[in-house]
């Protein structure tokens, strides 16, 4: 095993898609299970939470000092088993997840392809249940493995432990800041079936009516470059807000009001999804650039960081954001990615 190795003083910037400045007093960097545990036990000795780091495409760094960062750099993806039909996955949590996406596409694993170039690694997947163009993480979820990191104690949770919800989970809310993710295991399909009920990506597929998985990836690919902004030129969290999920009455005083509003059925008759993107269009605050932090010009549920900003200064202007929400449509914005 490779020493696990200590850094003092660590510089943040370059290790979350934001590139919003902060410094680790303790920072450990972990290839593999082995060292995640010797981490976790020195941060136990020491009476410290660490914060777990992956593609740091989900978080904001306030600016606060941390006092011990551990970033999950694990690779590995393996076929567990083999049906007709399905074949079970086990992929480490640090593994980029377009890279997963990809990956499967190209052995023949199918279900992943509407996830496409979602930022972030594979740990951080199951946290938020990552969703886009139809398909959420949950549907294809099998087990997830973690460690806990008072104890450095290894568990798994089947699907159904994981309470996965909207944009939610149990290591989101109970589980938050005690363990860490350290594999997912994926069931997947061996044969095509792909989800286009979306109706932008029907529309990208255009005449194609029975589309390749390939083809709903590549589809979904051109849809996301030509409307997020790649954190590389400019840096992002991707979507800064969840679509809020309203009340029946809300949303029929909603309808009532403004006859282009964006909203989407869920699982109940009582409760809609309203489009956060269309309430911040109707707010006027797409484009907005204030001094060195602003809002995307083609997405407006994209923050981003103009010029070398604080985290003060993004999360002020998201605080604004959600006042001018509230105070227009009676809608409660929820942040989501974590903020520390």
């Known amino acids: 095993m490779k020493t696990l190795q200590?850094?003092?003083?660590?510089?943040?910037?370059?290790?979350?898609?934001?590139?919003?400045?902060?410094?680790?007093?303790?920072?450990?960097?972990?290839?593999?299970?082995?060292?995640l545990v010797a981490a976790l036990e020195h941060c136990s000795n020491i009476g410290e939470i660490p914060l777990?780091?992956?593609?740091?495409?989900?978080?904001?760094?306030?600016?606060?000092?941390?006092?011990?960062?551990?970033?999950?750099?694990?690779?590995?993806i393996r076929v567990l088993s083999k049906s007709a039909d399905r074949v079970i996955v086990r992929v480490s949590a640090g593994v980029n997840w377009n890279d997963l996406v990809e990956h499967c596409l190209a052995a023949g694993y199918y279900g992943l392809e509407n996830l496409a170039l979602i930022p972030g690694s594979v740990g951080a997947a199951p946290v938020q249940n990552i969703g886009a163009y139809g398909v959420e993480l949950n549907q294809f979820v099998e087990r997830v493995h973690f460690r806990w990191i008072e104890s450095g104690k290894a568990q798994n949770y089947s699907a159904a432990q994981c309470e996965f919800g909207y944009r939610d989970s149990v290591f989101k809310r109970q589980l938050n800041d005690k363990v860490v993710i350290t594999a997912v295991d994926f069931s997947l399909r061996l044969h095509s079936e792909v989800n286009i009920e979306y109706a932008a990506l029907r529309q990208e597929l255009g005449d194609l009516l029975t589309p390749s998985p390939a083809q709903v990836r590549d589809a979904v690919v051109a849809i996301r470059r030509r409307k997020l902004p790649d954190p590389d030129s400019l840096p992002n969290a991707g979507s800064f807000f969840k679509n809020p999920v309203v009340s029946k009455k809300t949303m029929q005083r909603l309808c009532e009001h403004y006859s282009n509003v964006v909203y989407y059925p869920t699982s109940s008759s009582d409760e809609f999804k309203v489009a956060a993107g269309w309430l911040l269009d109707q707010a006027g605050w797409r484009g907005v650039q204030e001094d060195r932090v602003g809002v995307h010009r083609e997405q407006a549920l994209v923050l981003v960081n103009h010029n070398n900003a604080q985290g003060a200064e993004l999360l002020d202007l998201a605080a604004r954001i959600q006042s001018s929400i509230l105070a227009l449509f009676g809608i409660d914005l929820e942040i989501e990615p974590r903020i520390y």
Do not use: H, W
């Open 6 to 35: 200590t850094e003092y003083d660590q510089p943040l910037a370059s290790f979350n898609t934001l590139a919003l400045p902060a410094v680790a007093k303790l920072f450990f960097d972990t290839s593999n299970e082995d060292q």
């Open 52 to 76: 777990i780091l992956g593609g740091g495409s989900n978080i904001v760094l306030s600016g606060k000092p941390i006092p011990v960062c551990v970033r999950i750099a694990s690779r590995g």
